[in-house]
């Protein structure tokens, strides 16, 4: 078969095409014939060689979507459309930036479709990071109020999208007033100008606090959000894009409210239930939710990808079609 392979950790230029054996199927596992995978910002961090657990030569991508090729357990006839998310994928094994990889049946979610291969290849790893955040760890409900830190972000855009179709308020924050009417336009209720302490603007709105916050932002505002909770509402965290992973000081009974509760979601595929990607892909298809596909790439240009998704020029997901 035909692979990318990350041959040591370095630059874009370290991915190579190579001719590789097709990969063994074993006990437990399935063998998929890939058709399409999203690039990730976390694989950039394990091509430079900063995933403790990544060892070179490494097939990368943590996510793919294709069909079952083979599988020992009968669980799945070949044909089966699937997407294979996390769980090691492209980093303790090899992974997606391949013709064919072999998963644990965990890992492997089944789903009908006939959207293209690449819309599909666009959404697993989306679709864990929102639908994992707001149903496993937010337990979103119809009716609740959620405040969006961070909205303007991909994973906000598509979490406020996601929890409009569920019949939520939204609020989200950007630090840009030119992005306002950008965030109105993808479903949000409020926007609300963030200048990292936006609790009392909230309060102003919902006098009483939110019942859920999605943190994206991270340790910068996450003691400004747990502000903005009602009591037993609850704050997850799920991104950094204020670039900070550790909070030097921290107070629980204090930066917590009474009552309060804070959660993080951290990707873990083992955390979400299989029937969600289904009704998710039906969203996409029925037009309720919009992917913002920025670029589709080929895997002879999986070096091209890997460039532009670094220079930041990606205004959505980029996708490799195989
Ligand atoms: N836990 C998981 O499983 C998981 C999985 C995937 C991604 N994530 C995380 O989710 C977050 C969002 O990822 P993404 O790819 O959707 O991001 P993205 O699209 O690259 O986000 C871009 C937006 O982030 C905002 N931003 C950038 N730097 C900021 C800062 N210092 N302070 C406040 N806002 C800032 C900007 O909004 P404005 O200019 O409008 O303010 C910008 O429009 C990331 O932290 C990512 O690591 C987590």
Redesign the pocket.
Known sequence: MKAAVTTKAGNPDVIEIQERSKPQIKEGWVLIKIKAFGLN?SEIFTRQGHSPDVTFPRIQGIECVGEIEEDLSGTYKTGQKVAAIMGGLGRNFDGGYAEFTTVPLEIAFPFESDLPWTVLGAIP?MFQ?VSGSLNEALEINEGETLLIR?G?????MLACQLAKTKGLTVIST???PD?ENHLKENGADYVLL?NGKIHHALKNLFPNGVDKVLE??GI?TLKDSLQCIRPKGTVCM??????SWTMQEFTPMGDIPSLGRLTV???DSANLQKDLLQEFINAVAAGKINLNIDKIFKLDEISEAHTYMESNQAKGKIVVEI
């Open positions: 910002r790893e990071t961070g303007t972000s991909s994973i906000g950007t630090r840009n992005k963030d994206l932002i910068e799920t991104g950094i894009l204020g670039g979601y951290m990707g």
